[in-house]
T-cell receptor, first 116, second 111 residues
Framework: NAGVMQNPRHLVRRRGQEARLRCSPMKGHSHVYWYRQLPEEGLKFMVYLQKENIIDESGMPKERFSAEFPKEGPSILRIQQVVRGDSAAYFC??????????????FGEGSRLTVL | ELKVEQNPLFLSMQEGKNYTIYCNYSTTSDRLYWYRQDPGKSLESLFVLLSNGAVKQEGRLMASLDTKARLSTLHITAAVHDLSATYFCALGAGTASKLTFGTGTRLQVTL
């Protein structure tokens, strides 16, 4: 039973390029969350998605960042025109369909983005 | 806005000693989680606390929750080097599993 799979694990981009990070949730999980962790900091919520729907994007920067979770395939976090401040670890987590609100998140190993 | 604060931010302790990490939060929450993170790795779920007075123990770690004081503690008993990691508390609220994380406590256990 594979866990949450993220790729790439490491990604290097130059300023102005695009970064695409992919996340496949655990089998049977229909909820996906993206978090960002800056060096020496805790994780900050970015976006919560279900299949074909963005449920909560209150943590997403207003520009350059977008996320999707299509009917088929992984969830994708896309960062356009990256800047050095985007360098961080991006974690994806998934949870099963809501069961009374006490769902637990299962995290992937993260994608570490470095912007040169 | 929910705020979560942990202290200390950094803790160096000798093997065999006991210590407690504190997690304070600003508003009512449904559930509190403790996670462990090793350098460059993902987060490993340690405990989920759902009600006032909840206490859970696993090996040398024990977590408790006081919802009236808005405080959770993670107590380490007779620390061993393998416990060296960063520990995060996180709070959930509402029906979704979206979490608000604390700043983390970096624990270093020395021989």
């Amino acid at each position: 039973n594979a866990g949450v799979m993220q790729n790439p694990r490491h990604l290097v981009r130059r300023r102005g390029q695009e970064a695409r990070l992919r996340c496949s949730p655990m089998k049977g999980h229909s909820h996906v969350y993206w978090y960002r962790q800056l060096p020496e900091e805790g994780l900050k919520f970015m976006v919560y998605l279900q299949k074909e729907n963005i449920i909560d994007e209150s943590g997403m920067p207003k520009e350059r960042f977008s996320a999707e979770f299509p009917k088929e395939g992984p969830s994708i976090l896309r960062i356009q025109q990256v800047v050095r401040g985007d360098s961080a670890a991006y974690f994806c987590a998934s949870s099963p369909p809501a069961t009374g609100g006490a769902g637990e998140l299962f995290f992937g190993e993260g994608s570490r983005l470095t912007v040169l | 806005e929910l705020k979560v604060e942990q202290n200390p931010l950094f803790l160096s302790m000798q093997e065999g000693k006991n210590y407690t990490i504190y997690c304070n939060y600003s508003t009512t929450s449904d559930r509190l989680y403790w996670y462990r993170q090793d350098p460059g790795k993902s987060l490993e779920s340690l405990f989920v606390l759902l009600s006032n007075g909840a206490v859970k123990q696993e090996g040398r770690l024990m977590a408790s929750l006081d919802t009236k004081a808005r405080l959770s503690t993670l107590h380490i008993t007779a620390a061993v080097h393998d416990l060296s990691a960063t520990y995060f508390c996180a709070l959930g609220a509402g029906t979704a599993s979206k979490l608000t994380f604390g700043t983390g406590t970096r624990l270093q256990v020395t021989l």
